[in-house]
Antibody
Framework: QVQLQESGPGLVKPSQTLSLTCTVS??????????WNWIRQPAGKGLEWIGR???????NYNPSLKSRVTISVDTSKNQFSLELISLTAADTAVYYC????????????WGQGTTVTVSS | DIQMTQSPSSLSASVGDGVTITCRAS??????LNWYQQKPGKAPKLLIY???SLQSGVPSRFSGSGSGTDFTLTISSLQPEDFATYSC?????????FGQGAKVEIK
């Protein structure tokens, strides 16, 4: 079955850029009409949707982060990536990638999450 | 953005109890509502999609209902593995938004 795995640095300095990659295994990122999503969760808080990308490259972002976020896809590597610039301590969170099947279905496959701490 | 508000934020219950969690949307979202279960240190798990459809593999003691702005997640008889945090999510539009979560604890 499809599995997702996040990778990237666990510690990033303030004002720097966070780059995370989600590797899809057990299936092709290009199959179906799935969207590939990034979600984050600060410690003890709720889930925040960051944005999504389709295999075509079409994207949607959360307006609260839109000026700082870029999501890209590399179908040849079966990966999609998140770039978040100008980091502050408020960006410290667990970052998840997830597959969304689309309405009426939901995000049915999630990565295990990766903890990102923004600190000098 | 559509605001999702859950209540209660936390509750204590015993094994075998029935539990209901509510989720209210700030505008009509028809049945564009999913429920997730999350255990400490783990990723969320999809339980219910389309407000009332059970995700494959999820026990039948979980059920969802509602449409428009008001939704409920019901666990008919709590099992030890059900103690977790439950979050609703609207998929009516972007940005996708989640409720703040409802933590179900052992009494």
């Amino acid at each position: 079955q499809v599995q997702l795995q996040e990778s990237g640095p666990g510690l990033v300095k303030p004002s720097q850029t966070l780059s995370l990659t989600c590797t899809v295994s057990g299936g092709s990122i290009s199959s179906g009409s799935y969207s590939w999503n990034w979600i984050r969760q600060p410690a003890g808080k709720g889930l925040e949707w960051i944005g999504r990308i389709y295999a075509s490259g079409s994207t949607n972002y959360n307006p609260s982060l839109k000026s700082r976020v870029t999501i890209s896809v590399d179908t040849s590597k079966n990966q999609f990536s998140l770039e978040l610039i100008s980091l502050t301590a408020a960006d410290t969170a667990v970052y998840y990638c997830a597959r969304d099947v689309g309405y009426p279905y939901g995000m049915d496959v999630w990565g295990q999450g990766t903890t990102v701490t923004v600190s000098s | 953005d559509i605001q999702m508000t859950q209540s209660p934020s936390s509750l204590s219950a015993s094994v075998g109890d029935g539990v209901t969690i509510t989720c209210r949307a700030s505008q009509n979202i028809n049945k564009y509502l999913n429920w997730y279960q999350q255990k400490p240190g783990k990723a969320p798990k999809l339980l219910i999609y389309g407000a009332s459809s059970l995700q494959s593999g999820v026990p039948s003691r979980f059920s969802g209902s509602g449409s428009g702005t008001d939704f409920t997640l019901t666990i008919s008889s709590l099992q030890p593995e059900d103690f977790a945090t439950y979050s609703c999510q609207q998929t009516y539009n972007t940005p996708r938004t989640f409720g703040q979560g409802a933590k179900v604890e052992i009494k």
